[in-house]
């Protein structure tokens, strides 16, 4: 049987990688360090035994299994992390790596092993591969990854969960889809039939920046047994989750791996370190002995790393052979748990004995929340507790609910075993020692436990505070007077752990006085001194405000339900957040198919099998080298002295680049933009500035060379960090757009009968590309091959033709597609296009040019801050009269991307006044030059109006849903630039919308919720849309060639598929006007040879933009083949046609160039609408929101295709609600560098951020006359509906304010984030009560 054949493949068989070059630049064998870590001591390239081929035996006990090959790991470092070891040494690059701190989930594989303590049981479950080392799969009997590559092929046949993705439309730009689909497959094989909501519980480890998570959620709960019939999916069938990775063909078989019995408990001393792998305590006691003097490190999930990286240690021991480190017993006095199993192991426990102790369900809950499932699945409890150990300021959930609950640990070496509190734990002396269990009590009848987490995000966040809390009553007969009571908090200080005191008070006190409550929360208030060491933490008022919060909501807890008033009661439970759902409305044309069908993304399938290549999967070519910036760690100096020497010593280094080396011009702006240098020549504007470029033969090692490079800095002045410091030391860039007036705003202001001035702000954000910034370079004999993930081929095109000092004829770039974008690849892709092409140019090899994400974090701009000042001048009804706005936009370093005063389209919104002033001013900061970020301008502009119409409105005391509408444009209406609105819909829009979804009976079901509940409230919010869409800018050579051979036909364009669909939308317009069947049709990648001088990638008008020219193409084409086409009969098929038409001497390719009227500038061609509700409810003790409702309408024309329209839609508002309520870039006010550059500290949204209810209505029946075939954009104008969700949340916390006396108007800046919002709700403990 075919899969019975062992094939055993040695590594060194394997073509060169990234991971095994080890030649310098002159070929010189070099002395290498292991791969990929950075504690390489000694040295040793991968052996080359001659007699290793297929089939022949590796080593045995150093045998991986991977998609059912078996690997000799014999020579690889054991600390490599598996996720390169895929990419690079098995080539498997469907396996994508992005943020490698096991937060992103598109590094996903199942692990298959034999369960350690349960005979003939097998264990499969989802690991990030991007933490897990290729070392610790050695002690796991019969394992096996399988990576995406196994789960099926695109060619052969798809999984059905992968098809079922796709046809979903899950798949936008395709880098998360493997993780999410490995995901899914976890799940059903563990549990063929979940239910929905173990469905949804699922991904809190995977982002997908692109889909708003819907069509992901909606494909993967087709498989549920309780899905909504709407779905139409049906349960998996078992066959297909039997899958033998070597024939696609259901098998059971497996290979032999793991340990060798009696075999030699150290497997590796080489790389510097010592790797062990004991089968007994006794060994582990022996390996501890043989090291005393260094702190080894056991190794159980380490993903610790994804924590505190960098930390390496010299001896390594994988404890997860030891059997008696899994044992659980559940005894009279709790569950005994050993120090290997899992979280996710101690949590099914925790619940499969939820009967014997009320406290194990609230501990399991908790233990949920750290992390996220694939994190949960291989980190052990005892790791959590260690990491306190070492980092006493770690935030660790496990401590806080284990020294709360008294569990009971048990430490133990060769001489012994004592038992300690989690708190004594702490003081122990860990060396040579190992944390063997833990007993965690029942509750008794007279006690009572409960715990809480309030974090910035629902999933995989580290807590802002938690707390743990656990009381004991003197008699077990219903009396509540306090024995002992525990209270445990973690995010406090690094050394407040117990708040001894209120302990200390709560002490035979009667719970159900109000004054125990007083007094108890006073003595707290007291005791909770949070400190205030770094700007990543959130303010120490808030966290103290948490203390007092958590403790009240426990408190009432402990109290009968009839002892609590009951608008209090709200206070005890958090918000609920039911499995999400959403409709999707919206028509299309049969007739005029495949034009308006909503076929799934042509490339989607491919998507979800990972068979699509990004470049970084791309196999490297020989010699191929790997680049890697330097970046600066201050701003507002001068560079002193670069010392490169140990750079360029370093071993698998090749060269150090810096701003003299560099041939052509010292910038990846081309002319006409201003100069922004590649490598800094000597002044450095901010942290994170490129200031070398480290060029290795790795990845890895060109990292490494980049941390041995010495930079002194002089002429250090202080740098402007924040908008406010630009504000008022007057640092302003000179604008190339001026402000806008129309009529005489201030006249009219200070006549009207109201008046009123206000500031609000919106931060930056960071893009959140899965694929971050990437580009490779090939010097050729024809020029210089460019493969890059830019928006803007011809601009990069120009800054790598200016750099390198070669025309830009010789340089050949080529983008196939992107995973993702956001705009952030537009002129910013420039960077590492430049870099990859200068280290190729001068070192005449193949270089790449990747950053990992804190570089892309702090090198690249965001999204542009904003401070907006006005004044407003309006009506008793709130009808405007004259409107100032001061925009003070923060550029950063550089004003190239300037779009402060080109937005002003978007100032009023949906609103009409005949008085405008707007003022742009761009502030001049020393961060990162910001960029343009999906919605760019428009987003922020119409924020700040929307958030004078609510200003307006609460000043009158009117409710602003009223005052929008009573200020809404109508019919031929004239905007402050001048334009008409000839089809201005919104004022039908917005009444139809408000009557539809019931706003009116909603308001009044919200004001009772709000008038019954004191700590839970809810608001509704409406946002109105008018978009204006210009095409001014979009240029783009389009070609559509036919095969006289067969027909088939291939399409270029000039834009490029960066998962907005662009590619399938242009086939369906293609295949529309010639009558053939897409499938006819494939679309090339962009190049500058098949689209040159083409436009950007952007601003929502490519797509439809390359439609028109494609759709001129096929045109020109039809009538050309027409003569032809009327000599044949009718009905004659399409490749006879067109063979007669080349027999014909017929040119079967035309061309045509879109290029709006250059005199139009800004004029628009079509105003887009829409309405937005949204309804949030907050947890006004914590700040924790949700939004339950969204019901979007939205004038999409006639759409192309409304699946991918919808799924842009979901896109952009998801997007855009973790601007406005999520996403903080936090930067070091000292130096001005990104402090938050990774997942740990910076959140986008998760699968549980969206809205609960997500609701879509395409306008039906407007087919756009102005459009490219009646349709209209979609990519960015909802998005600038989505600060509706931030409205709603500051309506419910308005109505917390009201039950305090304290309705004023405060602004509501973005992002909002958890911690801002409850601050907002003025809380204060005094105001607690029973
Ligand atoms: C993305 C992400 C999010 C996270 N979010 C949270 C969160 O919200 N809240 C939270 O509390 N934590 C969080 N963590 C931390 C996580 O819980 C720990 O990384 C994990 O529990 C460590 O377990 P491990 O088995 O992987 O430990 P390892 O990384 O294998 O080991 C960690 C340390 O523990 C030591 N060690 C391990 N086992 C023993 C033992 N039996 N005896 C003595 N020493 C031992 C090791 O020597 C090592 O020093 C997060 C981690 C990641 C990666
Ligand atoms: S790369 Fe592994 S989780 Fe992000
Ligand atoms: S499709 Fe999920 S990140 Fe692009």
Not at 634 to 641: E, F, K, L, P
Not at 698 to 717: R, W
Not at 1190 to 1200: R, T
Not at 1255 to 1270: Q, Y
Request: proline share 6%; net charge neutral; aromatic share 10%.
């Amino acid at each position: 049987m075919e899969c019975l054949m062992l094939v055993i493949l040695t590594l060194q068989l394997l073509p060169q990688s990234q991971l095994l070059s080890v030649t310098n630049s002159e070929g010189k064998m070099l002395k290498t360090q292991p791969v990929l870590l950075s504690e390489m001591k000694a040295a040793t390239p991968l052996r080359r035994k001659k007699d290793k081929r297929k089939g022949s035996i590796a080593k045995p006990g150093y045998q991986i299994q991977v998609n059912g090959v078996l690997y000799d790991v014999s020579d690889t470092d054991p600390r490599t992390p598996l996720a390169p070891f895929l990419r690079f040494m098995l080539f498997l690059p469907g396996t994508k790596a992005m943020c490698f701190e096991s937060a992103c989930g598109c590094c996903a594989v199942l692990l298959e092993y034999d369960d350690p303590i349960n005979p003939g049981k097998k264990i499969v479950k989802s690991v990030n591969s991007c933490l897990y080392p290729v070392g610790a799969l050695l002690s796991l009997k019969n394992h096996q990854v399988i990576t995406i590559e196994a789960v099926s092929s695109f060619k052969e046949s798809l999984h059905t969960v992968q098809k079922r993705l796709a046809d979903y439309h899950g798949s936008q730009c395709g880098f998360c889809s493997p993780g999410f689909v490995i995901q899914m497959l976890a799940l059903l094989k563990n549990n063929q039939t979940p239910s929905v909501q173990e469905v949804e519980d699922v991904f809190d480890g995977n982002v997908c920046r692109c889909t708003g998570y819907r069509p992901i959620l909606d494909a993967m709960k087709s498989f549920a047994k309780d899905s909504d019939p709407s779905l139409q999916g049906s349960l998996i069938d078992i066959e297909d989750l039997k899958i033998c990775p070597m024939t696609n063909q259901p098998c059971d078989q497996k290979f032999t791996t793991g340990p060798v019995e009696g075999g030699n408990t150290l497997l590796y001393a080489k790389f510097g370190m010592k790797w062990y792998q004991p089968r007994t305590l006794e060994q582990l006691y022996d390996i501890l002995e043989e090291n005393p003097k260094e702190l080894a490190k056991l190794i159980n999930g380490d993903t610790s790393k994804g924590v505190y990286k960098g930390v390496y240690f010299d001896v390594n021991i994988d404890v997860k052979g030891i059997p008696e480190l899994y044992e659980v017993t559940m005894g009279p006095d709790g569950l005994k748990v050993f120090s290997n199993v899992t979280l996710t192991s101690l949590i099914d426990y925790l619940k499969l004995y939820s009967d014997q102790s009320p406290s194990y369900n609230a501990l399991a809950e908790h233990l949920l929340k750290i992390a996220n499932k694939s994190v949960q699945n291989i980190a052990g409890w005892a790791g959590n507790l260690m990491l306190k150990w070492y980092h006493r300021e770690f935030i660790s959930d496990v401590f806080v609910i284990f020294e709360a609950v008294g569990a009971k640990l048990t430490i133990g070496n060769r001489n012994g075993r004592e038992t300690y509190t989690p708190l004594e734990f702490l003081s122990v002396k860990m060396e040579g020692k190992v944390i063997l269990c833990v007993e965690i009590p029942k509750l008794k009848e007279n006690e009572a436990m409960n715990c809480y987490k309030v974090m910035p995000q629902t999933q995989n966040s580290q807590p802002y505070v938690s707390a743990g809390f656990w009381v004991q009553f003197k008699t077990s007969s219903g009396s509540k007077l306090v024995k002992s009571f525990s209270m445990v908090y973690t995010g406090i200080s690094d050394n407040f752990m117990h708040a001894s005191k209120t302990e200390e008070f709560l002490k035979g006190r009667d719970i159900t006085c109000n004054e125990t409550l007083q007094g108890a929360l006073a003595t707290l208030d007291k005791e909770v001194i949070p400190d205030d060491v770094s700007p990543l933490f959130a303010k120490p008022e808030y966290r103290k405000s948490l203390a007092l919060g958590l403790f009240y909501k426990f408190f009432l807890s402990l109290l009968d339900e009839s002892q609590v008033s009951p608008r209090n009661q709200s206070a005890i439970c958090p918000l609920k957040r039911p499995v999400s759902t959403g409709k999707q409305i919206f028509s299309s044309r049969e007739a005029i198919y495949p034009l308006t069908q909503p076929i799934p993304k042509l490339n989607s399938y491919k998507q979800a099998c990972g068979e699509i290549e990004y470049i970084n999967d791309i196999y490297p070519l020989s010699k191929e080298l790997f680049s890697v910036f330097c970046l600066s760690k201050v701003g507002n100096a001068t560079i002193d002295n670069i010392d490169i020497t140990r750079a360029e010593n370093w071993n698998g280094a090749v060269k150090v680049f810096l701003a003299k080396d560099i041939p052509g011009a010292n910038t990846f702006m081309p002319p006409p933009f201003q100069v922004e240098e590649i490598l800094s020549s000597g002044r450095v504007l901010y942290a994170g500035q490129p200031i070398a470029l480290c060029v290795g033969v790795s990845q890895h090692y060109a990292l490494e060379m980049v941390d041995v490079i010495d930079v002194t800095y002089k002429d250090q002045e202080p740098p402007i960090v924040t908008l406010d410091d630009a504000i008022e030391k007057n640092s302003f860039y000179p604008l190339p757009g001026k402000g806008l007036i129309v009529g005489d705003p201030a006249d009219a202001i200070s006549k009207s009968p109201h008046h009123i001035e206000g500031e609000v702000r919106a931060g930056e954000q960071y893009h959140f590309h899965m694929e971050t910034q990437v580009c490779r370079c090939t010097p050729t004999e024809d020029g210089l091959d460019v493969q890059a993930a830019s928006q803007w081929l011809d601009l990069a095109q120009q800054a790598v033709a200016g750099a390198c000092g070669l025309p830009v004829k010789d340089v050949n770039i080529t983008a196939k597609r992107l995973g993702g974008a956001y705009g952030a690849k537009v002129t910013r892709a420039n960077l590492v296009a430049c870099g990859s092409a200068l280290a190729a140019h001068l070192l005449k090899r193949p270089v790449q040019c990747m950053m990992d994400l804190a570089t892309n974090m702090k090198a690249v701009g965001k999204r542009h801050g904003y401070i907006f000042k006005y004044k407003v001048g309006f009506n008793d009804d709130g009808t405007l009269n004259g409107v100032i706005i001061t925009y003070y936009c923060d550029n950063g370093s550089s004003p190239n991307d300037d779009e402060v005063s080109t937005y002003f389209g978007f100032s009023d919104n949906a609103y009409k006044c005949k008085n405008w002033h707007l003022i742009p001013i761009a502030l001049k900061t020393n961060r990162a030059a910001h960029t343009w970020c999906r919605s760019p301008g428009s987003k922020p502009n119409i924020f700040v109006i929307e958030t004078i119409l609510e200003h307006v409105a609460k000043f009158l005391s009117l409710d602003p849903i009223n005052v929008k509408q009573k200020n809404l444009y109508a019919q031929g209406d004239i905007t402050p630039l001048g334009f008409d609105l000839p089809y201005c819909s919104i004022r039908d829009l917005y009444s139809t919308q408000l009557k539809k979804v019931d706003v009116t009976g909603r308001l009044q079901a919200i004001k009772k919720f709000n008038a019954d509940n004191r700590w839970k409230k809810k608001g509704l919010a409406v946002v109105p849309l008018k978009y204006c869409l210009d095409w001014t800018e979009g240029f783009y050579l389009c070609t559509v060639s036919i095969f006289a051979s067969d027909g088939s036909v291939i399409v270029t364009h000039g834009g490029v598929e960066i998962g907005q669909g662009i590619n399938t939308k242009v086939a369906q317009v293609c295949a529309y006007v010639l009558g053939i069947p897409v499938d006819l049709i494939s679309i090339k990648p962009t190049t500058a040879i098949s689209s040159p001088n083409a436009g950007t990638t952007g601003r929502s008008i490519t797509c439809e933009l390359n439609c028109l020219g494609v759709k001129n193409c096929c045109e020109i084409l039809k009538e050309r083949l027409s003569p032809v086409k009327a000599t044949l009969p009718p009905g004659t098929p399409w490749k006879d046609l067109v063979a007669a038409c080349f027999k014909a001497k017929m040119n079967l390719t035309a061309q045509y160039w879109v290029s709006p009227d250059p005199n139009s500038k800004g004029v628009p061609q079509y105003y887009s609408y829409g309405v937005t509700v949204a309804e949030a409810e907050l947890d006004v003790l914590t700040g924790e929101n949700q939004i339950n409702l969204v019901d979007m309408l939205f004038d999409c024309g006639e759409s192309i295709n409304p699946a991918i329209d919808i799924g842009q839609i979901e896109g952009a508002f998801v997007m855009g609600m973790g601007y406005w309520l999520m996403e903080k870039v936090i930067y070091d006010p000292d130096t001005g560098e990104v402090l938050n550059a990774g997942t740990w500290d910076y959140k986008p949204p998760f699968s549980k951020s969206i809205p609960i209810n997500f609701n879509i209505e395409l306008l039906k029946n407007a087919p756009n006359p102005m459009g490219v075939l009646r349709s209209k954009a979609s990519g960015e104008p909802p998005q600038c509906m989505s600060c509706v969700t931030l409205f709603a949340v500051k309506r419910a916390i308005e109505a917390a304010r009201q039950d305090i006396g304290k309705d004023f108007y405060f602004p509501l800046s973005g992002p909002a984030t958890v911690n801002e919002i409850q601050a907002n709700c003025l809380v204060d403990y005094k105001d607690f009560s029973i």
